[in-house]
């Protein structure tokens, strides 16, 4: 089986970086998702890991340490906008299903 | 292509009624998925189609739920006398063939209330 842990809430500042951490340990792991998700709304791709390092998109870097069972999102210039539920996710080793943490509750702060 | 539809939106329904919901993934995508999402909890996994063959189903899948998929296009999730503790978001997502980096884009989900 899969498990995923991650921060329940984290609050953070407009304009500032803010790191949401997540580990996991798996059965089988074929890569790791990182999605938002509004209050209402249906979770959004982020990114994906699947080798160890940095992946960066604009304001939105993730990291995976597959030995160390690793991952965390790196938000940056922080707008209010991104206030949201970020979840992090693990693909199954025949890739066919998500396992997902609870979610972190991230609120930015003017 | 508008993505993944998802109908209702919304459901209220009395304890012991059926309830179904309808599916449209993204056209061409021939996996889709079933997750039930709770309030401040991430989405959990319920069941998986590649084409209308149903490949892999959750123990949280209990004998009340059945999936159907017929023509590998839309999907549809019934759930039979429905209980109190079946009240969550309904999400269905989609994935285009082959695998990879594939991200599952998710539809807007059904909010089912059982009262």
């Given at each position: 089986g899969q498990n995923i842990d991650q921060p329940t809430e984290m609050t953070a500042t407009e304009g500032a970086i803010v790191q949401i951490n997540?580990?996991?340990?798996?059965?089988?792991?074929?890569?790791?998702?990182?999605?938002?998700?509004?209050?209402g709304e249906?979770?959004?791709f982020l990114s994906y890991n699947v080798l160890d390092g940095l992946e960066e998109k604009g304001r939105f870097s993730s990291f995976l340490s597959r030995s160390k069972g690793y991952s965390y999102l790196l938000l940056k210039e922080l707008q209010m906008k991104d206030s949201a539920s970020y979840l992090c996710a693990v693909r199954d080793r025949a890739g066919n299903m998500l396992t997902f943490g609870g979610g972190t509750r991230l609120m930015v702060k003017p | 292509d508008t993505g993944v539809s998802q109908d209702p939106r919304h459901k209220i329904t009395k304890r012991g009624q059926n309830v179904t919901f309808r599916c449209d993934p993204i056209s061409e995508h021939n996996r889709l998925y079933w997750y039930r999402q709770?309030?401040?909890?991430?989405?959990?996994?319920?069941?998986?189609?590649?084409?209308?063959?149903?490949?892999?189903?959750?123990r949280l899948l209990s004998d009340r739920f059945s999936a159907e998929r017929p023509k590998g296009s839309f999907s549809?999730?019934?759930?039979?006398?429905?209980?109190?503790?079946?009240s969550a978001m309904y999400l269905c997502a989609s994935t285009p063939p082959g695998g990879g980096m594939d991200e599952q884009y998710f539809g807007p989900g059904t909010r089912l209330t059982v009262t």
């Amino acid at each position: 089986g899969q498990n995923i842990d991650q921060p329940t809430e984290m609050t953070a500042t407009e304009g500032a970086i803010v790191q949401i951490n997540c580990t996991y340990q798996t059965s089988g792991f074929n890569g790791l998702f990182w999605y938002q998700q509004h209050a209402g709304e249906a979770p959004t791709f982020l990114s994906y890991n699947v080798l160890d390092g940095l992946e960066e998109k604009g304001r939105f870097s993730s990291f995976l340490s597959r030995s160390k069972g690793y991952s965390y999102l790196l938000l940056k210039e922080l707008q209010m906008k991104d206030s949201a539920s970020y979840l992090c996710a693990v693909r199954d080793r025949a890739g066919n299903m998500l396992t997902f943490g609870g979610g972190t509750r991230l609120m930015v702060k003017p | 292509d508008t993505g993944v539809s998802q109908d209702p939106r919304h459901k209220i329904t009395k304890r012991g009624q059926n309830v179904t919901f309808r599916c449209d993934p993204i056209s061409e995508h021939n996996r889709l998925y079933w997750y039930r999402q709770t309030l401040g909890q991430g989405p959990e996994f319920l069941t998986y189609f590649q084409n209308e063959a149903q490949l892999e189903k959750s123990r949280l899948l209990s004998d009340r739920f059945s999936a159907e998929r017929p023509k590998g296009s839309f999907s549809t999730l019934e759930i039979q006398r429905t209980e109190q503790g079946d009240s969550a978001m309904y999400l269905c997502a989609s994935t285009p063939p082959g695998g990879g980096m594939d991200e599952q884009y998710f539809g807007p989900g059904t909010r089912l209330t059982v009262t």
